[in-house]
């Protein structure tokens, strides 16, 4: 009998710890503002230490290829927060 339960429960630990980091970045990002720092400001330089330590990780290819779907991914909405449904 094939056990089909542990990928699964991997995928939610997976996603339950995007989950936590995206809650420790909006917090940092809460704070820089409360600092003073402009948005765009925060978001470059959050951007740019992302990219840093997605090439540490996986090497400058990698990288390369991930963010050259970006383009696609922006236009489809992926990174949209605030998508009014029509």
Same mark, same amino acid.
Do not use: N
């Given at each position: 009998?094939? &056990?089909?339960?542990?990928?699964?429960?991997?995928?939610?630990?997976?996603?339950?710890?995007?989950?936590?980091?995206?809650?420790?970045? #909006?917090?940092?990002?809460? #704070?820089?503002?409360? &600092?003073?720092?402009?948005? &765009?400001?925060?978001?470059?330089?959050?951007?740019?230490?992302?990219?840093?330590?997605?090439?540490?990780?996986?090497? #400058?290819? /990698?990288?390369?290829?991930?963010?050259?779907?970006?383009?696609?991914?922006?236009? /489809?909405?992926?990174?949209?927060?605030?998508?009014?449904?029509?």
């Amino acid at each position: 009998m094939l &056990d089909t339960t542990l990928p699964q429960d991997e995928d939610r630990v997976v996603d339950e710890v995007k989950q936590a980091a995206m809650e420790h970045l #909006e917090r940092a990002f809460d #704070e820089a503002e409360a &600092d003073g720092l402009p948005p &765009d400001a925060i978001a470059h330089a959050a951007l740019f230490a992302a990219l840093a330590e997605l090439v540490a990780c996986f090497g #400058e290819d /990698s990288v390369a290829r991930l963010v050259a779907e970006l383009p696609d991914r922006i236009a /489809s909405g992926d990174y949209t927060l605030a998508r009014t449904m029509q």
